[in-house]
């Protein structure tokens, strides 16, 4: 996370082949069990929203809007996010490795220069390194 400061990124390895990694990624049901409730549908333009609590330190209001940029099933998932104040893209790369999945994640757009974005930054970064973890335990459930 330290390298790039207008970024977030992972790259884990989870031992669930692409199938269960990709619907523990894409029904709102499995979403809801690893990140937070909301209507994602991989379909190119779908708009939609995830709901969380709010945090008023870095002045969230716990709703974040997205909107589906690119879906290829299996391999690719990319989203704008943006918490009313502030978009991003949002990026999940699935590559098959042996009977598992290399899972990507680059969070980016933050601008360094902003506190709010910075402090934001901390906040996702500590929050998206726990995800793997909990999409593998969805993908293990399937």
Do not use: Y
Request: charged fraction near 30%; charge should be negative; include cysteine.
């Amino acid at each position: 996370m330290a390298d790039d400061p207008t970024a977030i990124r992972l790259d884990e390895f989870l031992a669930h082949p692409p199938a269960k990694v990709w619907r523990a990624l894409t029904e709102p049901e499995l979403v809801a069990r690893w990140l937070m409730p909301g209507d994602i549908r991989p379909e190119v333009g779908h708009r939609f929203t995830f709901t969380t609590a709010p945090n008023e330190r870095a002045g969230f209001a716990g709703v974040v809007h997205c909107q589906v940029l690119e879906a290829e099933p299996e391999k690719l998932l990319r989203l704008s996010w943006s918490d009313g104040r502030v978009g991003w893209t949002v990026t999940w790369r699935l590559e098959p490795e042996g009977r598992g999945t290399r899972l990507f994640l680059d969070h980016e757009g933050f601008d360094p220069d902003d506190p709010i974005q910075r402090m934001s930054r901390r906040i996702m970064g500590g929050g998206w390194r726990t995800v793997p973890r909990k999409i593998a335990e969805v993908a293990a459930s399937l």
